[in-house]
């Protein structure tokens, strides 16, 4: 056999013909606090089972990278899905629901059983003993009506229908020890690399707890965050309700014509939500005067800000908008990034005294008024614009840092209302592989940036980690503090994303960095059919993306 040279994690080495990824990874496994999971070759993400057929430099990551952290929760739901097959045989269900804080929710459909500490304490010694085993992972291809035959054999009735609708002639399945599933995306090598887990019962469920990606020697500490567990909750039942827990049954139902329905029914239940918010604001406006309005990118805060002003003005409630941007520092003051870079997501990038003292006055029923900021200037200039509160009258403000109660700690709590609003879709591809918010958000953002911002996928892909370090920072520690939550996803969307979304990822050339990201959107926008959003209404949140919006957006 042939040898060529290759760039290795930054070191000359001599690779043979036929050599694989794992088996070059096996001499860079001390530069690494956990496995080996991944190898990148130039713009693509490889296998570790995969052949090396280049001489491209090769980089390996674990879970700390992105990457590498979603081979790790696919290889996990593995050991789950085969240990919940192994001990209750081939008509056992278990779901993958969503993730939490870093873990992920799971119920047991079937068998019936309570949900019991030893009951978890089963499964997880199952899952332990194939890594104890080391059993390997191995990728198999098969012809569609094969794989569907494998699928169905093992009683997974949600990947039969997945499979339904893929356009690929082949499929690839991944086997352990005669047990098959289907994963969408890379997997790990073997289970030796998946030592680290927890489950842990809770409600009708148990959560897998990952490892940590900043100190992946420890398991990641749970945080229970029940309110944003409940909206999930509720979303799985509205789902199941509709007919439409997975991609394959929002495929039904445009196959058999009923999307115009789903998209009828999915903005009422937005709309009765927002009116049940109004409803609670209502109830308490002799004390409340402020509405705080935070949310990750792309949740739709704009156009809810809207809704529930309409809302809030049905119940005899003027609403009067502020936006915080008007309150940044100049310019010249704002705080520093780690780059170097004003940093505008600090929350000491607002004139919090300036804030605080405007609120407290307009609280107390005295004329503010109010400034504009020059974003061209990077100045906050006087303009004339004055305000003064009616009894009747609330303030509504919308901006990242809303639950922070930094923003308006000179304020009483009893003045203000707080709302969480983010896109927490309960749609999964199938049992066993789960949608990630932030994916869903990237694609709305991507979309939108694309129609009204001028810019291209790559540039928002390259922009999207900075931004989602910024929710990690200033909005998800404190979404706790929230007085109520509304969940934007819609249950329609990705299907009509799509046909935005597609041509721009299929623009990204093999030699940006932002390839890889945009291959995999491309393969995950594969499971859906395409929909037009004919009957989306104009005030819809999704109107924010697409365009057609009835709002200032």
């Known amino acids: 056999m042939g040898e060529f040279n290759i760039n290795v994690m930054g070191k000359r080495v001599a690779v043979e013909e036929g050599t694989t990824f794992g088996e070059v990874a096996k001499a860079f496994e001390n530069c690494f606090d956990s496995p080996i999971l991944l190898a990148q070759q130039g713009q693509r993400l490889r296998e570790l089972g995969h052949t090396v057929c280049s001489d491209e430099a090769i980089t390996f990551q674990d879970l700390t990278n992105e990457d590498g952290m979603r081979v790790y929760q696919r290889g996990v739901s593995f050991l789950l899905a085969k240990a919940v097959h192994d001990l209750y045989g081939a008509e056992a269900l278990v779901a993958i629901e969503h993730s939490l804080g870093g873990s992920l929710y799971c119920e047991l459909r079937e068998p019936k059983k309570e949900i019991t500490v030893g009951l978890i304490a089963e499964i997880e010694a199952k899952m332990r003993s194939y890594v104890e085993a080391d059993l ?3 990728k198999h291809a098969f012809r569609k009506e094969m794989a569907r035959k494998i699928v169905r054999d093992q009683k997974m009735r949600d990947k039969v229908e997945l499979f339904r609708y893929r356009r690929a002639s082949n499929i690839n399945l991944y086997e352990m020890d005669g047990f098959y599933d289907y994963f969408y995306g890379y997997m790990p090598l073997s289970a030796k690399a998946l030592s680290l887990f927890s489950l842990m019962p809770y409600e009708n469920g148990f959560f897998m707890q990952l490892p940590d990606p900043k100190n992946p020697k420890v398991v990641l500490p749970f945080k229970d965050v029940k309110n944003i567990h409940r909206v999930f909750m509720e979303q799985m039942s509205w789902c199941k309700l509709m007919g439409v827990s997975n991609v394959a049954e929002l495929n039904h139902s445009i196959v058999e014509g009923r999307f115009g329905e789903l998209i009828r029914i999915n903005e009422a239940l937005h709309e009765k939500k927002i009116a049940e918010i109004a409803d609670q604001v209502h109830d308490h406006i002799d004390k409340v005067k402020v509405i705080l309005i935070a949310g990750p990118s792309s949740s739709g805060k704009t156009s809810f800000a809207n809704r529930l002003c309409v809302q809030l003005s049905v119940l005899g409630i003027r609403p009067h908008k502020v936006s915080l941007d008007d309150y940044f520092i100049n ?7 780690e780059e170097g870079n004003p940093d505008l997501e600090s929350i000491y990038a607002l004139d919090l005294p300036r804030l605080n003292h405007d609120l407290k006055l307009l609280i107390d029923n005295q004329r503010v008024e109010i400034p504009r900021y020059d974003f061209v200037a990077g100045k906050r200039e006087a303009k004339g614009v004055f305000l003064q509160l009616d009894a009747d009258e609330i303030l509504v403000l919308e901006g990242i840092h809303g639950l922070n109660d930094k923003l308006t700690e000179n304020i009483p ?3 203000k209302f707080r709302i969480f609003i983010s896109a927490l879709t309960q749609l999964n591809i199938d049992d066993h592989n789960r949608i990630s918010t932030s994916d869903s958000r990237l694609i709305r953002r991507m979309v939108r940036d694309h129609q009204f911002r001028g810019r291209d996928a ?7 980690n900075a931004v989602t370090r910024g929710e ?5 520690p404190y979404q706790g503090n929230a007085d109520a939550i509304f969940n934007s996803a819609t249950i329609y969307e990705l299907s009509v994303l799509k046909q935005y979304a597609e041509p721009l990822l299929f623009h990204i050339e093999e030699e940006q960095p932002e390839y890889i990201t945009a291959k995999r959107l491309i393969k995950f926008l594969g499971y859906f ?9 104009n005030n819809s949140l999704i109107k924010e993306f697409v365009g057609g919006s009835c709002f200032k957006v």
Do not use: K, M, S, Y
């Not at 790559?458 to 999207?464: D, E, K, N």
């Open 136 to 138: 390997p992972i191995v």
């Open 331 to 337: 310019r010249d003051n704002t705080p520093l990034d």
């Open 413 to 415: 709590l009893e003045n």
């Open 458 to 464: 790559a540039t928002t892909i390259a922009t999207w």
């Open 472 to 476: 990690a920072a200033n909005i998800f």
């Open 529 to 537: 059919l395409a929909a037009p959003g004919l009957e989306i209404p």
